[in-house]
């Protein structure tokens, strides 16, 4: 399982700074592409979506595309623990902790919510993947920021484990997004381009998180040449952040003249009540997409811009570069299970659910 595989980067990728020296096979790849009835489309666009909410059951979603070079970074530097950070229902932070079970290594999570006691801290959705790995957990406020308060506790963290284990451990950023997981989705666009991307698709559209996927996609999209539009709804923080974000891996790679402005479309507009808080219509448009088409999608991420998704289609076809679109759906399964369907999914639901108690009566 623990295999490090050398990494052959994709030609267009060759100039690349900090080009990872290996990959571990974590994802099932060849993720399938289809198409998808979403409600509410107009009817000049055609939407598809390539499936990453498959690239594995457990191991599953985007996160996992990241891991593969995070992981193969920690393995071949010898460490024995594996230390990231994220919401209390962080599916980056299940999948490393699997991920790092299946390698051997010892997952720490710093997981971000305002529960006071950890008594209180739940075996839902991921947390219960979490809890099965054995993951160590370590509660921090909700709104601590990553570079003042998470960075310098995972540091802190590591020195503990130093000392008093003999073990290194390795830091994987908030969502994975750095140069090293960049690659992640870089692979991915190479995997998109072996499907048929460049003759099928005009836009790709997906959710933004950490903007680990967006950069990937769209800087492998700026150096292949493409002809394609990336959009990046977003699902917390704003523009600017990720415009920074993006400004800041764009460098880190070598691509200093290259600006994110000119290689993606970062839509705002669509993160409802803030992360991981949903309205009632958000979560009425998950069951109706469910019901209409078979595809489930997470409240978190992928169900905010499948709506956003929907809603610029209608309101601002231009925004678009043509009329055949693919959706990445991005994961996150878990997050359905965190308890925030429940009540709609009850009460959309009732009339549904019939006692039939005796072979003898019709059911009522
Ligand atoms: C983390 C995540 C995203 C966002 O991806 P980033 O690379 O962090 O921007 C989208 N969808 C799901 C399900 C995720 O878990």
């Known amino acids: 399982m623990s295999k490090l595989l050398p990494y052959v980067c994709p030609k267009w990728a060759q100039n690349l700074n900090h080009i990872p020296k290996y990959r571990i096979q974590l994802a099932n790849p060849d993720t399938p592409i289809h198409r998808w009835s979403l409600p509410g489309t107009p009817?000049?666009?055609?939407?598809?979506?390539k499936r990453d909410d498959m690239t594995g059951s457990t191991l599953s979603g985007n996160k996992v595309r990241k891991l593969e070079f995070l992981m193969a970074d920690a393995v071949s530097r010898k460490c024995g623990h594996v230390i990231t950070c994220g919401g209390v229902q962080s599916n980056h932070c299940r999948a490393t902790a699997v991920a790092a079970r299946q390698l051997q290594l010892q997952p720490h999570l710093l997981l971000r919510t305002d529960v006071q006691d950890q008594s209180k801290i739940g075996s839902e959705g991921n947390l219960l993947l979490d809890r099965l790995c054995g993951s160590n957990m370590y509660i921090v406020p909700r709104k601590s920021p990553y570079e003042t308060e998470l960075k310098p506790r995972m540091e802190t963290l590591a020195k503990k484990l130093r000392e008093e284990t003999g073990?290194?451990?390795?830091?994987?950023?908030?969502?994975g997004s750095n140069s090293v997981g960049l690659f992640g989705y870089i692979t991915v666009f190479e995997e998109?381009?072996?499907?048929?991307?460049?003759?099928?698709?005009?836009?790709?559209?997906f959710a933004c998180g950490s903007g680990g996927t967006a950069a990937g996609l769209a800087i492998s999209n700026h150096l292949t040449g493409s002809r394609i539009r990336c959009h990046a709804i977003i699902v917390c923080d704003d523009k600017a952040y990720f415009t920074d974000h993006i400004n800041q891996t764009l460098c880190s790679v070598g691509l200093d003249t290259v600006h994110c402005q000119d290689i993606l479309d970062i839509i705002e507009g669509h993160k409802g009540r803030g992360y991981g808080l949903s309205t009632s219509e958000e979560l009425e448009f998950i069951m109706n997409v469910s019901q209409q088409s078979g595809i489930m999608l997470d409240p978190v991420y992928s169900g905010k811009?499948?709506?956003g998704l929907m809603?610029?289609?209608?309101?601002n076809p231009d925004r678009f570069q043509g009329n055949r679109i693919l959706f990445l759906h991005t994961g996150g399964v878990f997050g359905m299970y965190d308890g925030s369907l429940d009540s709609v999914v009850k009460a959309e639901t009732k009339d549904l659910v019939h006692?039939?108690?005796?072979?003898?009566?019709?059911p009522e």
């Open 192 to 205: 998109l381009i072996s499907q048929g991307l460049f003759d099928q698709f005009d836009d790709i559209v």
């Open 167 to 175: 073990k290194e451990a390795y830091l994987v950023p908030v969502g």
């Open 305 to 307: 811009a499948a709506r």
């Open 311 to 315: 809603e610029e289609l209608r309101s």
């Open 355 to 362: 006692m039939w108690p005796s072979i003898d009566s019709s």
């Open 43 to 49: 009817s000049k666009f055609e939407v598809s979506i």
